[in-house]
């Protein structure tokens, strides 16, 4: 499962639920990896008006991430254009560290503010809660220790 029972992925869902767009809502639009933040949204069932709208400051990632490949294919052509694609290499990874560290700030906020609403069982989520459940005692029942292993092997 996706783990939409679970705080984290309940924290995510209430940022990108809230109306119009907040700084949190962007970040996690932008900076989360696509395929998963899309799915997710779907998922969630959000609007696809507000992801597409949250998602257009992307552009301002995209820009410094094309002029690297576009100034390292003309490096050949002269320092300027390999300094300036380390420059913009830089600027690209830069960029994707403070978007997550903003995705993880805005969702532990969210997690410490509705930490209560977020931590408790859900009716819809009952079957997920169980197949948890299932699956941590099986991981416990079927524990191997060093201790248990004969000493031949």
Partial sequence: TVGVHK?????????????????????????????????LAGVLRLSVFQCLLGTVPIILYIIPLTCTGSFYLKAS???????????????????????????????????EKYSEALTRPMEQYVDLDWMDH????????????????PGCL
């Fill in 77 to 111: 052509a002269g320092e300027l254009w390999s300094s300036m694609g380390d420059f913009m290499f830089t600027l690209t990874a830069a960029m994707t560290l403070i978007l997550y560290a903003l995705i993880w700030w805005t969702v532990q906020g969210t997690m």
């Fill in 7 to 39: 705080p984290f992925i309940r924290a995510i869902e209430k940022i990108l639920s809230e109306p119009g767009l907040s700084i949190g809502k962007v970040v996690i639009l932008v900076g989360g990896p696509d395929w998963p933040t899309s799915v």
């Fill in 134 to 149: 299932k699956s941590n005692e099986a991981l416990i029942r079927c524990k191997i220790e060093w201790a248990d292993v």
